[in-house]
């Protein structure tokens, strides 16, 4: 833990909040976060947990060695204008923002001319709020080895990390594990109704789907064997689970899916399109 680290979040909301509750007594006290939220109403779990707390950005913002900011795209350029009066020579800044480019984040924080060096694009998901996420980092070339190992330090506390090379990689990082807590609380959401279609009644059904979910995750985490062979495990020639895939395969499963991630993918390059000019 570092005593001489202090963290700016620039937006308060769920996002950083579970960051905030990772990396407390982890990576800094939690007396060493200041947070910029334009609600109030998100300023008490975090003053509740010793940070301090401001509306608008102010000289506290100066005393920060690493800044997040974690707003909706459409807010970030705005978020940036405000606080860059504060931005200091060696701050590391990291983006948890959707669909705001590596490249066009660096100019808007230090110009056109000499867009700003240390900088961290992230993509976590909503699995970080129980510490379960998974999170896309691309650091820009002024990004150091020390300061790369801190922002991942940072973003594990909240669960796994995995390094990429560029812009493109992280709209891909956007259409699997940005967005896929969603299909897969849709397909649980399948479950329980099939199940209760099928003779369950709602209770039953939720408790068979979320414990099967959780349990075939974890045998395919653990496991040495693809998930191709663990599902030829299960399925017999001619049996139920058999009768159940085919349908799957003959809907196209395989290719809605790679179909619904392609579409993520491209409105992450939308939104960059979007809320990213420089």
Same mark, same amino acid.
């Given at each position: 833990?570092?005593?001489?680290?202090?963290?700016?979040?620039?937006?308060?909301?769920?996002?950083?909040?579970?960051?905030?509750?990772?990396?407390?007594?982890?990576?800094?006290?939690?007396?060493?976060?200041?947070?910029?939220?334009?609600?109030?109403?998100?300023?008490?779990?975090?003053?509740?947990?010793?940070?301090?707390?401001?509306?608008?950005?102010?000289?506290?913002?100066?005393?920060?060695?690493?800044?997040?900011?974690?707003?909706?795209?459409?807010?970030?350029?705005?978020?940036?204008?405000?606080?860059?009066?504060?931005?200091?020579?060696?701050?590391?800044?990291?983006?948890?923002?959707?669909?705001?480019?590596?490249?066009?984040?660096?100019?808007?924080?230090?110009?056109?001319?000499?867009?700003?060096?240390?900088?961290?694009?992230?993509?976590?998901? @909503?699995? *970080?709020?129980?510490?379960?996420?998974?999170?896309?980092?691309?650091? $820009? +070339?002024? &990004? #150091?080895?020390?300061?790369? /190992?801190?922002?991942?330090?940072?973003?594990?506390?909240?669960?796994?990390?995995?390094?990429?090379?560029?812009?493109?990689?992280?709209?891909?990082?956007?259409?699997?594990?940005?967005?896929?807590?969603?299909?897969?609380?849709?397909?649980?959401?399948?479950?329980?109704?099939?199940?209760?279609?099928?003779?369950?009644?709602?209770?039953?059904?939720?408790?068979?789907?979320?414990?099967?979910?959780?349990?075939?995750?974890?045998?395919?985490?653990?496991?040495?064997?693809?998930?191709?062979?663990?599902?030829?495990?299960?399925?017999?020639?001619?049996? @139920?689970? *058999?009768?159940?895939?085919?349908?799957?395969?003959?809907?196209?499963? $395989? +290719?809605? &899916? #790679?179909?619904?991630?392609? /579409?993520?993918?491209?409105?992450?390059?939308?939104?960059?399109?979007?809320?990213?000019?420089?």
């Amino acid at each position: 833990m570092d005593t001489n680290l202090h963290i700016a979040f620039i937006g308060g909301g769920n996002m950083a909040s579970a960051l905030g509750a990772g990396m407390a007594g982890n990576i800094c006290p939690a007396n060493q976060f200041h947070v910029v939220d334009i609600n109030t109403a998100a300023h008490q779990a975090w003053i509740a947990r010793g940070a301090t707390a401001a509306t608008a950005p102010d000289e506290r913002l100066a005393r920060c060695n690493v800044w997040f900011y974690a707003v909706k795209p459409q807010f970030m350029r705005d978020a940036v204008e405000a606080s860059r009066p504060w931005l200091r020579e060696g701050t590391l800044v990291v983006s948890v923002a959707a669909g705001i480019r590596g490249d066009v984040l660096a100019a808007w924080l230090g110009g056109s001319a000499t867009p700003w060096p240390k900088l961290v694009r992230c993509m976590p998901n @909503t699995p *970080a709020l129980v510490g379960e996420g998974v999170t896309g980092m691309l650091a $820009m +070339g002024g &990004v #150091a080895a020390p300061e790369r /190992a801190l922002a991942e330090a940072m973003l594990a506390s909240v669960g796994k990390v995995v390094w990429v090379n560029d812009d493109a990689a992280i709209d891909a990082v956007t259409a699997l594990s940005g967005s896929g807590p969603a299909y897969v609380f849709r397909f649980i959401e399948a479950l329980i109704e099939g199940g209760q279609q099928v003779g369950l009644d709602a209770t039953q059904a939720r408790e068979l789907a979320l414990a099967t979910l959780s349990g075939a995750t974890r045998l395919a985490r653990e496991s040495q064997d693809p998930p191709a062979l663990l599902r030829e495990r299960v399925t017999s020639k001619g049996g @139920t689970t *058999a009768a159940a895939l085919k349908v799957f395969e003959d809907a196209d499963f $395989m +290719g809605l &899916v #790679a179909k619904a991630m392609q /579409a993520a993918a491209q409105r992450s390059r939308e939104l960059a399109d979007e809320f990213g000019k420089n």
